[in-house]
């Protein structure tokens, strides 16, 4: 009698910080998934409320396993301790205690994996909410599946000099996340766009359309809102993610890292003109974004951010924030902002 195949393996780790309420309904979204076997790693990061209590009721499942720090050792150490030092299935996820995989979300992505040996990394769509009983609703776009080689998407990264994952989405062929290694302690706050261009450096990129993949929780401590709190801080780490990774591959076209630094100087343009806009000068220091934008890229006086920056200056600040002469272009690149992330949400980039 013939076996039937091997189903798809996943190892998701599960970084836990005072994250103890979350953990049930996170650890439930992995183990009832279909059509893979899947493990868990719950590490506990010594925290301080009931997290040692409830990784002990979750591992009485052989398919969880648990550990706890003695001393905190910090996110970027927890995380590659579970991806580099503990996994060993097909593929795996990094997934916080406080989001959730979406129903199905590994056996779509194992279908792209096992459908595209080059693939090294699948995502789909991610969904923000804050409450873990009343989930979104969303409209799912048609189902497929879409596969860039990884050049092309780190074009794309490049055009727009944005991130386009939140994290849980993701799922990276395991063999593929240790060939590059784990994420870099010298970038803590952009360290994932970095880790998933160095993927992409090596492999092609899927991206699933249709139901979403995942449920990221956005709340007031969690690090998207508190991760930036220097109005550089974005803008100096992302310029030091390209910098840092295209040191590490100068095969790759060189237009690239010109276009990455454009579109970093064209969103720190934009930043100050926006600050005459709304008469903000003394909160925003328009003078320090230009030079930075200057610094980043050469040929900055021929973008249409620092044109538009030129006529506010001409005006003043109170003149271009009592009339609204502008607005006009604001509307328009908040709209145009408004048409990529529903172009986000259908095709990934």
Known sequence: MTEPPARPTVDVVIPCYNYARFLRACVKSVLDQPGVDVRVLIIDDTSSDETPEVMAELTQDPRVEGRRHEVNRGHIATYNEGLLEWAKADYTVLLSADDLLAPGALARAAEVFEAHPNVGMVYGRVVYYTDHDHLPSVVAPPAGRTVWSGVDWIEARCRTGQNVLSSPEAVVRTSVQQEVGGY??????????????????????????????????VHQQSMMRT?????????????????????????????LRSLANRSIAKDALWRAVRAYDRDKLA???VDELEAFARRVFAGVERLPEYRALRRRRALGPRVCSRTQLFVGSHLAKRGAGLVGKQVWKWRGQ
């Open 184 to 217: 870099r302690p010298d970038l803590p706050h952009a360290g994932d766009l970095e880790m998933w261009m160095r993927i992409a450096a090596v492999s092609d990129i899927g991206y699933v359309r249709g139901k979403p993949a995942a449920y990221y929780r």
């Open 283 to 285: 909160e925003i220091p």
């Open 227 to 255: 991760r930036f709190s220097s109005l550089f801080a974005d803008l100096e780490q992302r310029q030091a993610v390209f910098e840092r990774f295209f040191a590490e591959h100068p095969d790759l076209p060189p237009r």
